[in-house]
């Protein structure tokens, strides 16, 4: 005969006398309390540091549920003097025959039901919480820090800086989710063996199509007319002379019942699909352009490259990202960067040719980010008290302040640690300096059909300029009503 007493005791020298199980045993004893209690902090948001999370879903939660199996492999499988698997079905045969006994079985299984289903509710909590963890912020761009120190700091100064990564990257749906992750576990090895390119390449390979991530908040069908935009820059003078630029942007619409595409999103209209051939990976140099109509017929812009039948290395169709490549990650260029520190006030404008100095220092070439900061101070201080004595004595406060606004102009945007300079990614909104960059690698005039059609570089096809460049411009005084 045997009793309840007696299986209990079997399991416990089953555990004690399997190795494999004692282990289990002692992992998930030590691990229950500090895994309920951790994971209780975070979901109550008490502790957000990235590494915390780590711990508890990516140490903790692993080493419980290996514990857990570990017990059962080892009772399942050890082979002693008790044979505790056949030992347990052997008890509940017996007691399932014996209608006394029924109160004692009972008692078991509702102890083995509770014992269960503890488990199984802190195993939920882990998988949820856990799954929650791996798609925060905090995880995704704090936790390798180094490594994706540029594009959280880029992404933290961003219009974006509320949207959390993977809104952007991942997307829903278990298809992606799953490849991210597959993806996701490579970066983790890459990251261990430090072998991660620096800088991170982009264009991303294998990006989600933007049209089923970005079109999940912004609709371009519902954009339409013009926009103002205005844009203040200082000048390298004396003064540090403040001067705008004012376009109205024609950013149109990708059309809807009420509305026919037109304007800059005409390019995602559903009847319009545009695809493209670029002769690198980079995307930055297009040597053929197809646009495809609904009605079936295409035309084919070339450059003089294009017609060569080069080798073709990279095919796509045209989506958000070939003009918002930095939605999120938003580089500034040297000038953008200091321009808007001195709008913020972050720079005093009134340091006589603040924004010549400061530029000509940060755009230098440095290997350390101490290396940068220590060279900003030295080199603004300096600079002042040779030839601005009176203010290097007297206005000691507001050097300091402007030292320390180009320090943050320069950590902002430079990555050293990562290889990042200024321009190492550029954006494709506009045109800039260079213009064969943005808009211009399709826009510059060189791209025809055999027929002889251009894609337009006609300055008026994308913006009105109503100001370049000038200190008060007309267009500014009349809009706000001449004052
Ligand atoms: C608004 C959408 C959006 C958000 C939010 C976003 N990204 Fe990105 N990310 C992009 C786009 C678009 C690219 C560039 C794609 C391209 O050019 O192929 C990119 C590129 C990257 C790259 C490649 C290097 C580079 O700068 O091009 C990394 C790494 C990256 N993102 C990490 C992150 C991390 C970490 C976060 C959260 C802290 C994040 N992203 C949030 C859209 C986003
Ligand atoms: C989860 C929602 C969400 C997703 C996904 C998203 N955005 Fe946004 N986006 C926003 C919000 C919210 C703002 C407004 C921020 C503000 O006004 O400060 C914004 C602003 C913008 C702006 C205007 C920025 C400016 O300077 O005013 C652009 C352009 C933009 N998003 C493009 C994109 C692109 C391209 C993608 C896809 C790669 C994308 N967004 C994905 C929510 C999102
Ligand atoms: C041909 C290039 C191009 C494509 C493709 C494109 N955009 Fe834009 N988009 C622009 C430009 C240029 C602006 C105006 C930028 C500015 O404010 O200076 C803009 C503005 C925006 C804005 C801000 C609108 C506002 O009124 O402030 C959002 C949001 C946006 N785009 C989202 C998208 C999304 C989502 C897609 C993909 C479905 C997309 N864009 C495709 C070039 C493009
Ligand atoms: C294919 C469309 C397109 C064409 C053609 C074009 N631009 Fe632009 N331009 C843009 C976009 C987009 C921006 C960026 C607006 C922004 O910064 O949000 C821009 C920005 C500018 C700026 C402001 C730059 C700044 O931020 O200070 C100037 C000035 C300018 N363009 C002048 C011109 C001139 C001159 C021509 C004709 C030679 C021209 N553009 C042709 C699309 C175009
Ligand atoms: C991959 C090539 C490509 C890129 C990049 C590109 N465009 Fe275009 N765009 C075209 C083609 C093709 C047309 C159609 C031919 C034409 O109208 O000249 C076009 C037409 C336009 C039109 C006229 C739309 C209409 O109403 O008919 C505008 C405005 C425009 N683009 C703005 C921009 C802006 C702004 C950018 C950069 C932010 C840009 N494009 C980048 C290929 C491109």
New binding site residues.
């Given amino acids: 005969m045997v009793r309840l007493t007696d299986i209990i005791t079997a399991f416990a020298k089953g555990i004690a006398r399997s190795r494999v199980s004692l282990v289990g045993a002692m992992l998930t004893t030590i691990i229950f309390p500090l895994l309920v209690g951790s994971i209780i902090l975070d979901l109550f948001g008490y502790i957000t540091n990235p590494y915390f999370g780590f711990v508890i879903y990516m140490v903790m939660g692993p080493l419980f549920i290996i514990g857990l199996v570990m017990v059962i492999l080892g009772l399942l499988f050890f082979k002693g003097k008790v044979d505790v698997g056949l030992f347990t079905l052997e008890y509940l045969r017996e007691q399932f025959n014996d209608p006394e006994r029924f109160t004692r079985i009972r008692k078991l299984v509702f102890l083995g039901v509770f014992l269960t289903c503890v488990n199984l509710f802190v195993m939920g909590l882990l998988g949820y919480s856990g799954y929650h963890y791996m798609e925060s912020v905090g995880f995704c761009g704090q936790f390798c820090h180094t490594v994706m120190n540029p594009e959280y700091t880029a992404y933290k100064n961003s219009p974006h800086s509320r949207v959390a990564c993977v809104e952007c990257h991942i997307g829903s749906g278990a298809q992606w989710f799953v490849k991210s992750k597959i993806s996701g576990s490579r970066q983790l090895v890459a990251v261990a063996l430090d072998t991660y390119p620096r800088p991170i390449e982009t264009p991303v390979h294998g990006l989600r199509p933007a049209r089923e991530t970005c079109e999940e908040c912004h609709r371009p069908e519902l954009f339409h007319g013009e926009k103002l ?1 205005i ?1 203040d ?1 200082f000048r390298s003078d004396e003064t540090n002379t403040k001067v705008a ?1 004012v ?1 109205l ?1 024609k950013v149109g619409s990708a059309g809807d019942r009420t509305v026919s595409s037109h304007g800059i999103h005409w390019h995602v209209a559903p009847e319009n699909r545009i695809s493209y051939k670029a002769t690198d990976h980079t995307r930055k140099e297009i040597a053929e352009v197809t646009l495809f109509r609904p009605d079936g017929s295409l035309k084919v812009y070339r450059t003089d490259k294009g017609k060569k039948d080069g080798p073709e290395v990279e095919s796509r169709v045209m989506d958000c990202i070939d003009c918002h490549n930095r939605p999120s990650h938003i580089y500034l260029t040297p000038e953008q960067a200091l321009d808007r520190k001195i709008q913020e006030g972050a720079i005093p404008a009134e340091l006589p040719y603040i924004k010549r100095q400061a530029l000509a220092i940060v755009t230098g070439k440095f290997d350390t980010l101490e290396g940068a900061r220590s060279a900003i101070a030295t080199q603004i201080k300096n600079w002042y008290q040779k030839n601005y004595p009176e203010i290097a004595r007297s206005k000691g406060e507001i050097l300091e302040k402007a030292v320390k606004g180009v320090q943050d102009a320069y950590e902002e945007n430079v990555f050293p640690a990562m290889k990042i300079d200024w321009n190492t990614y550029t954006n494709h ?3 800039g300096e260079a213009f064969d960059v ?2 211009f690698r399709c ?1 510059a005039g060189d791209h025809k059909t055999e027929a002889g059609e251009v894609i ?4 008026n ?3 009105t ?1 109503l100001a ?1 460049n000038e200190a008060n411009p007309q267009i500014l005084k009349t809009l706000r009503g001449n004052e």
């Fill in positions: 935009v844009r820059q630029t376009l942007m909104i506009g045109h943005g808009c826009h337009s570089a006609d300055c096809t994308c913006h300029i370049e």
